[in-house]
């Protein structure tokens, strides 16, 4: 197993849900801090890395998010059962008859969401789906008191799914919960071990920001913080290269090269920086998939709309099965975004930059 696997490995296994991202904040603070010039977390949790170049300017802002979906502990029922809130877009058939992590003060607990017998379900309740308000966390507790005292489950209790790193049948397809956006982070950070090895023309800033599956929260303030000229976000992208799903729904297909948003919910790229990641890509023989999504929002849109408005775009690494309990990468994507980032970082000089913001 390389370097990479390796950090992939541990990134996806680490427990993270909005909010509570504090394992998956060692790590990037761990990785980041060798490769960085100063290292700071703001004032909600994100980890805000910086590397000089030759010059101060440009001033570029790389993001990917920390957290992942996940729920906290509403309430425990009389008869020891824990009732949730979800954090992030969960689908509520993909809640039911899974397992999960309850992070509590007395340490982690399994619990798995119990699903009704078909031997005793009406015809008609068969095929209903499971709302996640009716959804319930069995720990196997005898009762509250027990839930309380014994296992330390209070209300607020971070969960996230119990879901372990696997290669799955191919050394390079990478089986995993929360690749959305672990393996942006991962990314990231290889992007700024790339660019520790060379000279860059102006100040690289990496945000590894909290709170994104809740609403953008944590770029928000990092594009606070940075004084960002142009920015990219590195995330998750949505594969559609399985039964069930079509290309108008999403255009990616897994181990065909990274991608680049041309439009999701919550942003447009800036054109002429769209074009120069499409020339870069080209140039370096990297295919590079373009995505058009309606149900989707990310970390860019918070970027481009601070400040007087930044350049920004969003490069992925295919993803396939988001949000959910197991996703899917393939490794070579991985790579090929690590290089065609690093490439688009070094061509950004002032001069290139100014040109992107230029608009008469
Ligand atoms: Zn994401």
Redesign the pocket.
Known sequence: MDREQRLLQELSNAFGPSGFEESIREIVIRELAPLSDSIQTDGIGSVIASLNGTNSNPIVMLAA?MDEVGAIVKLITPEGFVKIQTLGGWLDNALINQRFIIKTRNGNVLGFTGLKTPHVMKVEDRNKIIAASDIFIDIGAKDKEDAEERLGIKPGDPIAPDSKFALLNDEKIYLGKAW??RV?IGAMIEVFRNLKNRSTHGTIYAAATVQ??VGLRGAHTSSYTIPAQIGINL??GIASDYPGISQEEAQAKLGNGPGILLYDSSMLPNLKFRDLCIDTAKKLKINLQFEVLSGYG??GAEIQKSRSGVPTVAITVPTRY?HNHNSVINRDDFDQTVTLVTEIIKNLDTDTVEQLTKFS
């Open positions: 998010h959305d956006d942006g994104e599956e995330e998750s990310e970390d988001l």
